[in-house]
């Protein structure tokens, strides 16, 4: 099979890796940035790329080192975000329709807040699984891992996830 044009990996994966970097950072525009940033790298690389695994793969892998190196740089901002999910919502009475739209919006950056807290292993698993819906052999590829291990470390992402949002839905 005839190695793809970059420009065909873009058109191809560009919304399916931002759905995976929105997916583990919680934040519409960080993962604009991280996704752009993810293909400048890979365009840089795509010389380089054999063919040996799927596209996807190989991109994913980029993606995610490009998410560990912001990582390194962002702890205040996850600190902001952990004290945006910790406070109170406004006492209120029954809410409008407006008003529960607004409510389902926060109660779904309270999940991507707590998917953002989680460990790396275990967010990459959470999102790749319930964002990206990838199979668990996709993701053991994309992980570099395997099926056994991509299981367990979704259970105990799940079981992270209840304890970080307990009581806060």
């Known amino acids: 099979m005839a190695k793809p044009d970059f420009e065909e990996i873009v058109a191809r994966y560009d919304r399916r890796l931002f759905n995976v970097m929105y997916g583990m950072t919680g934040d519409y525009h960080d993962a604009l940035d991280l996704t752009e940033e993810a293909f400048i790298r890979a365009m840089k690389a795509w010389p380089g790329f054999r063919g040996d695994s799927d596209p996807f793969t190989w991109l994913y892998r980029i993606a995610v080192n490009v998410l560990k190196k912001e990582h390194k740089k962002s702890a205040r901002r996850r600190e902001l975000l952990r004290e945006h999910v910790e406070s109170d919502p406004p006492p209120g009475s029954e809410p409008s329709e407006g008003d529960r739209v607004v409510l389902k919006e926060e109660r779904q950056a309270l999940v991507r807040g707590a998917i953002a807290q989680l460990p790396e292993v275990f967010r990459e698993a959470v999102t790749l699984r319930y964002i990206d819906e990838l ?14 291990t991509v299981k367990s470390r979704l259970a105990r992402g799940k079981s992270m996830l209840a304890e970080i949002l307990r009581g806060k839905i």
């Open 135 to 148: 199979s668990y052999e996709g993701i053991a590829a994309a992980a570099g891992c395997s099926v056994g």
